[in-house]
């Protein structure tokens, strides 16, 4: 199984940014995803997480400015980010808890991708 990140960058602060990840691999269901962050010096946090019946959840930071989403069709997971502030320049990883063609359950990782919010 493999996750691959796209979108992320260096946006002004009050932008927007996008951040999508798909899943490949032996796949037999995704049982949830979503997006960690990491910013210089901190542990990492998570960010937003949405399951498989579509109920999603939201550090207290994002909430109002962030929207998860997912597509169980294609395996895939975004962010949508508004509003942006330079508190939220950190290294965005999703994730993805995967039963595979085994039946073994496992969480994956992506690779990371940056987001920079700075004038």
């Known amino acids: 199984v493999q996750l691959v990140q796209s979108g992320g960058g260096l946006v002004q602060p009050g932008g927007s940014l996008r951040l999508s990840c798909a899943a490949s691999?032996?796949?037999?269901?995704?049982?949830?995803m979503g997006w960690y962050r990491q910013a210089p010096g901190k542990e990492r946090e998570l960010v937003a997480e949405i399951t498989a019946d579509g109920s999603s959840n939201y550090a207290d930071p994002v909430k109002g400015r962030f929207t998860v989403s997912g597509d169980n069709a294609k395996n895939t997971v975004s962010l949508q980010m508004n509003s942006l502030k330079p508190e939220d320049t950190a290294v965005y990883y999703c994730?993805?808890?995967?039963?595979?063609?085994?039946?073994?359950?496992?969480?994956?990782w992506g690779n990371g991708t940056l987001v920079s919010v700075s004038s």
């Open positions: 994730y993805a808890t995967i039963m595979d063609d085994h039946y073994y359950t496992m969480t994956y």
């Open positions: 691999g032996s796949i037999f269901s995704i049982k949830g």
